[in-house]
T-cell receptor, first 112, second 114 residues
Framework: SQQGEEDPQALSIQEGENATMNCSYK?????LQWYRQNSGRGLVHLIL?????REKHSGRLRVTLDTSKKSSSLLITASRAADTASYFC????????????FGAGTILRVKS | KAGVTQTPRYLIKTRGQQVTLSCSPI?????VSWYQQTPGQGLQFLFE???????NKGNFPGRFSGRQFSNSRSEMNVSTLELGDSALYLC?????????????FGPGTRLTVL
């Protein structure tokens, strides 16, 4: 079963706009990671945020983590057509024997 | 550094056959994890190997097996293929085991079972 649930399932925006994706999970976690996947290819790691961290930045990416609400968000600012991809959150639950569990993903389309 | 490589990239098999997929991790990485990705089930963890030992296993039948060699290269094998095994199989390598660090993914092997 999937631990993380992304919201929305799909998002379509214009180039230059910001994109926000959310991830909710069910059990306590050690860390949460965001990955990007372009059209059925391998995943690319974006950001890892640990359970004792609240916010991390990497370039145009900003990730927040709220462990009390068991949720995370990924913000992509000033989006580009090249950001078009599927975005997955992956959690490392404390009780699942150190297995990374992926959500269903958000499909982001950035129109130029 | 060279990235994670997977061979073959595409594979077509028929029901009942078996298949072996190969993964070469990034140099220095001792952890290799395998995932199955399908439109219906999404990304599901198969197993993880670290220093030639299976450390974790997902909820897949015994037809799915794997191993890791002393050079950290890993193979996974699926025996008695079923139509539902059609999927993108991804391997990922990392420095440490257990998902506590970023995973570097290969391009995947797309398996089609007819």
């Amino acid at each position: 079963s999937q631990q993380g649930e992304e919201d929305p399932q799909a998002l379509s925006i214009q180039e230059g706009e910001n994109a926000t994706m959310n991830c909710s999970y069910k059990t306590s976690i050690n860390n949460l990671q965001w990955y990007r996947q372009n059209s059925g290819r391998g995943l690319v790691h974006l950001i890892l945020i640990r359970s004792n961290e609240r916010e991390k930045h990497s370039g145009r990416l900003r990730v927040t983590l709220d462990t009390s609400k068991k949720s995370s968000s990924l913000l992509i600012t000033a989006s580009r057509a090249a950001d078009t991809a599927s975005y997955f959150c992956a959690t490392l639950p404390m009780e699942y024997g150190n297995k990374l569990v992926f959500g269903a993903g958000t499909i982001l389309r950035v129109k130029s | 550094k060279a990235g994670v490589t997977q061979t073959p990239r595409y594979l077509i098999k028929t029901r009942g056959q078996q298949v072996t997929l190969s993964c070469s991790p990034i140099s220095g990485h001792r952890s290799v994890s395998w995932y199955q990705q399908t439109p219906g089930q999404g990304l599901q963890f198969l197993f993880e190997y670290f220093s030639e030992t299976q450390r974790n296993k997902g909820n897949f039948p015994g037809r799915f097996s794997g191993r890791q060699f002393s050079n950290s290269r890993s193979e996974m094998n699926v025996s008695t293929l079923e139509l539902g095994d059609s999927a993108l199989y991804l391997c990922a390598s990392s420095l440490v085991a257990g998902g506590s660090s970023e995973q570097f993914f290969g391009p995947g092997t797309r398996l089609t079972v007819l």
